[in-house]
């Protein structure tokens, strides 16, 4: 399992959007992949799950990943939420 923090650097936030495509990018993985923001922790590849979080741009989440492509599932996750 991997677990890690991951600062948001999206400029809109996770909004609609850019959650769809976080579920898409977490969905081409077979780990489980959740976030974690204060005592929520809600699965990375639900779509509903993940608008409950309302997160906004440089707000810290915690990102897990457990399952054989858990070190890709958390480089890409990375990516997407650090580069936009």
């Given at each position: 399992m991997?677990?890690k ?80």
């Amino acid at each position: 399992m991997i677990k890690k923090p991951i600062i948001i650097n999206l400029a809109t936030g996770l909004e609609a959007r850019p959650v769809a495509q976080l579920v898409q990018v977490a969905s081409q993985f077979d780990s489980d992949i959740h976030v974690e923001v204060g005592k929520k922790k809600v699965n990375a590849k639900s779509i509903m799950g993940m608008m409950t979080l309302g997160l906004d741009a440089g707000e810290e989440i915690i990102v897990s990943a457990n399952g054989e492509d858990e070190a890709e599932a958390m480089a890409s996750i990375e990516k997407y939420l650090g580069n936009m």
